[in-house]
């Protein structure tokens, strides 16, 4: 059982590229969700799902865009890079209405030069 | 707006040290409270909860009591060991509201030396 995977580990972006932020859980979880953990900040929701083809915006979503095409994958996509994007970005899913227990990937740092 | 206030780190203890880590939280109504855990190179995963006032979560010799009173849940565990070094995250939600979502603190950092 794989749990939440995430891809890639590590990424440097040139200021005005895009790329995609792979997120894919196995655990037939309805809920998902993308966070951004800045140093020494909590983490921050840019974006969550409730179930495939439903998204919503969280705290943060200025400068992201996602998609919910299957129960399994939720990727979070950067257009136009800024360095104001650098950060941990995690992934996460949950089972229950009141999202209680989630279940976090191991994370994508980002880096935007 | 929820709030969650968390002891900066970093914190440093020797192996087999009383642990104590701050929280308490700014929230309306009746929030459920969390501490998560990340251990290196991991993603977070939930440590305990609690989702009423004076109850105790527990887990892995890890406590936390929901003190509404003082609105905290400081996280406490008698005898840490190595294994133990990792960054906490207390965090709440308020179960009782709608489409709400988990506010995190900004993680405290504890290092556990032999």
């Known amino acids: 059982n794989a749990g939440v995977t995430q891809t890639p580990k590590f990424r440097i972006l040139k200021i005005g590229q895009s790329m995609t932020l792979q997120c894919t859980q196995d655990?037939?979880?309805?809920?998902m969700y993308w966070y951004r953990q800045d140093p020494g900040m909590g983490l921050k929701l840019i974006y969550y799902?409730?179930?495939?083809?439903?998204?919503d915006k969280g705290e943060v979503p200025n400068g992201y865009n996602v998609s919910r095409s299957t129960t399994e994958d939720f990727p979070l996509r950067l257009e136009l890079a800024a360095p104001s994007q650098t950060s941990v970005y995690f992934c996460?899913?949950?089972?229950?209405?009141?999202?209680?227990?989630?279940?976090f990937g191991p994370g994508t740092r980002l880096l935007v030069l | 707006g929820n709030s969650v206030t968390q002891m900066e780190g970093p914190v440093t203890l020797s192996e087999e040290a009383f642990l104590t880590i701050n929280c308490t939280y700014t929230?309306?109504?009746?929030?459920?409270l969390f501490w998560y855990v990340q251990y290196p190179g991991e993603g977070l995963q939930l440590l305990l909860k609690?989702?009423?006032?004076?109850d105790k979560g527990s887990n892995k010799g890890f406590e936390a009591t929901y003190r509404k009173e003082t609105t905290s849940f400081h996280l406490e565990k008698g005898s840490v060991q190595v294994s133990d070094s990792a960054v906490y995250f207390c965090?709440?939600?308020?179960?009782?509201?709608?489409?709400?979502?988990?506010?995190f603190g900004t993680g405290t950092r504890l290092t556990i030396i032999p």
């Open positions: 996460a899913s949950s089972y229950g209405e009141y999202q209680e227990t989630q279940y």
């Open positions: 655990m037939n979880h309805n809920y």
């Open positions: 799902s409730v179930g495939a083809g439903i998204t």
């Open positions: 929230a309306t109504g009746y929030p459920s």
């Open positions: 609690a989702t009423k006032a004076d």
């Open positions: 965090a709440l939600i308020r179960s009782n509201f709608g489409n709400e979502k988990l506010t």
